[in-house]
């Protein structure tokens, strides 16, 4: 899910720095999914909630590059947290080895995407309103839910338009990095928003297998 905004007039491409606040940050969400299972589940939606104040904070910093970090490092630190009992679930009922190969296709997929947008060059700027629309009835897909039950094969849809959207964002970010340039101040709302993308790619791929393995 992208929130990226660039800076106006960037050009610049620093991507070693921004790689290594991505792999580091990755090492801040592994501490927060071990910490994760020490957490009580009172205290699983205010950090949730936590994390979308975080989002809205990292975009009134952007340019305080200093803040932008701290504020990144703290949000994939808390959604290693709240992960953990989705990751929990789907390890009680896929196991730990289907879990395992769903993060190893998502890992391959996001790659794959990622190099296939930074070497075409070709801009998917255009994908953005359609994800957008698509995003948004995901949430309210989610919501119904929520309060009427739905069949499975509807709820394997669901999980399929969603893999099929954070696809698309993750095509849609990486061709924006590559076709606009970005700045280092950039760089801790991008790792936000790539992450975002990973994260979200890894649940709706394992919901559907989840959903799956009932059927």
């Given amino acids: 899910m992208t929130v990226m905004e660039f800076t106006t007039g960037a050009v610049s491409k620093p991507y070693s720095k921004l790689f290594a606040a991505f792999f580091s940050g990755l090492l801040a969400t592994t501490v927060g999914l071990y910490l994760g ?6 205290v699983r939606l205010p950090l949730w909630i936590l994390e979308i104040g975080m989002i809205f904070m990292m975009m009134f910093v952007r340019k305080r590059k ?14 290693g947290i709240t992960l953990y009992t ?25 790659g794959a995407i990622a190099v296939y947008a930074m070497v075409s060059k070709r801009d998917f ?11 948004i009835a995901l949430i309210v897909l989610q919501l119904f839910s929520v309060f009427f039950p739905v069949s499975s094969m ?21 061709s924006r ?5 970005f700045g280092n101040e950039d760089i801790p709302m991008i790792v936000v928003s790539i992450y ?10 394992l919901q559907f297998i989840g959903i799956g393995s009932k059927n």
């Fill in 37 to 42: 299972q020490y957490v009580p589940d009172a």
């Fill in 66 to 79: 200093a803040v932008g970090y701290m504020l990144m490092y703290g949000f994939m630190f808390v959604s």
């Fill in 86 to 110: 989705a990751i929990g679930y789907y390890v009680s009922l896929l196991g730990a080895g289907l879990v395992l190969q769903a993060f190893a296709v998502t890992t391959v997929s996001f």
């Fill in 125 to 135: 700027s255009f994908l953005g309103s359609f994800l957008f629309v698509g995003l």
């Fill in 154 to 174: 509807t709820a394997q849809i669901y999980s399929g338009l969603g893999i099929l959207i954070f696809v698309g964002y993750t095509l849609f970010d990486f």
């Fill in 177 to 181: 990095l590559t076709v606009h340039g």
């Fill in 196 to 205: 975002l993308d990973f994260v979200n790619l890894f649940l709706y791929i």
